[in-house]
């Protein structure tokens, strides 16, 4: 009889263990919780490891935040900096995957790894995962680490942390809008000059450049978007140099564009300076703008760069 009293309540916590793992807990539902427990302003450094192997170290200095990789190191937007810090310390809501998600967050085979520290505090890691629509709006598969418990994280989280040092970068190289141009000077290596002038500063209803420097100018307002030419050597600039642009528009402004000519010899050591950018082969111009000094612009598309470096 004493045996039958055991089965029974053996078969009575077996059932009610089975009961209890439907119902729907609130540790299951949904919670408001930050991605890291910090106050945003501890946070001095974000260390971001990507599936191919890059790091981008983003780091706070006395002169505003800084973002790092592979040698290269630029300033960040003050507001860029701030969302950033944002996402990881504000409450969002938080909740425990299932079994399919956990599956495709064990799948994932491009994984973020996302560092944060802070001052007296341990290295925070997160694995931000892949980003998942739902009917509430996007969701993002995230994993504490050391702890294995993988979440649903509400919002796009993956896309403002997988980034390269490029999306960080001014691309900027014509003023937006290109004004109205009352004055063109083009300057060749061999002293030849070009200059065209328009005394009487009309307004740009008004100006009529000839056939053959519209068409020109037409060809400058189309430099958008190029990717960044690391691997110019800046030291050959003087043996490079092929073309001097200087556009003074109606109001006053100057621009001063440089176009470089490249040979195959020019080609860097280094071929990821290349393929870096996404650049399969050597352009046959390099661009300068004086609005971003600080970098230098491949030409990709060379009848483009014949018509500008050889016209007007």
């Not at 089975?18 to 890291?36: D, F, K, M, S």
């Not at 399919?100 to 967050?105: C, H």
């Not at 300076?273 to 000094?293: D, E, G, M, T």
Request: charged share 25%; hydrophobic share 40%.
């Amino acid at each position: 009889m004493k045996n039958k009293h055991l089965v029974l309540i053996f078969m009575s916590v077996l059932l009610l263990g089975l009961i209890l793992r439907q119902i729907p807990w609130h540790c299951r539902e949904t919670v408001g919780a930050p991605l890291v427990k910090l106050p945003a302003e501890d946070i001095y450094r974000i260390r971001i490891d990507r599936a191919d192997g890059t790091e981008l170290l983003l780091e706070r200095t006395p002169l505003g935040w800084t973002a790092e990789q592979s040698g290269r190191t630029v300033f960040l937007h003050p507001d860029t900096a701030q969302n950033l810090l944002r996402l990881l310390t504000q409450p969002i809501p938080l909740k425990q995957l299932d079994a399919t998600d956990r599956r495709v967050l064990n799948a994932d085979d491009a994984p973020l790894f996302v560092h944060v520290y802070a001052e007296r505090r341990p290295t925070l890691s997160l694995q931000i995962g892949p980003q998942l629509l739902a009917p509430n709006g996007p969701q993002t598969l995230v994993r504490f680490v050391p702890n294995k418990s993988p979440y649903r994280a509400h919002g796009a989280l993956r896309t403002p942390f997988d980034r390269t040092l490029d999306d960080f970068r001014n691309r900027q190289i014509l003023p937006s809008p290109l004004h109205p141009i009352c004055r063109i000077e083009l300057r060749r290596p061999n002293d030849s000059i070009f200059v065209w002038e328009e005394n009487h500063h009309p307004d740009s209803a008004e100006l009529a450049l000839p056939p053959k420097l519209q068409f020109w100018l037409n060809s400058v307002a189309q430099l958008s978007e190029l990717p960044f030419a690391d691997f110019f050597d800046e030291s050959r600039e003087k043996e490079r140099l092929i073309l001097s642009a200087v556009l003074t528009s109606c109001s006053g402004q100057v621009l001063t564009l440089r176009f470089f000519a490249l040979q195959p010899p020019d080609l860097p050591e280094d071929i990821e300076l290349l393929l870096r950018q996404r650049i399969r082969v050597l352009p046959r111009y390099v661009l300068h703008s004086s609005i971003n000094p600080t970098n230098y612009f491949a030409l990709l598309d060379a009848e483009s760069g014949d018509r500008i470096c050889n016209g007007p």
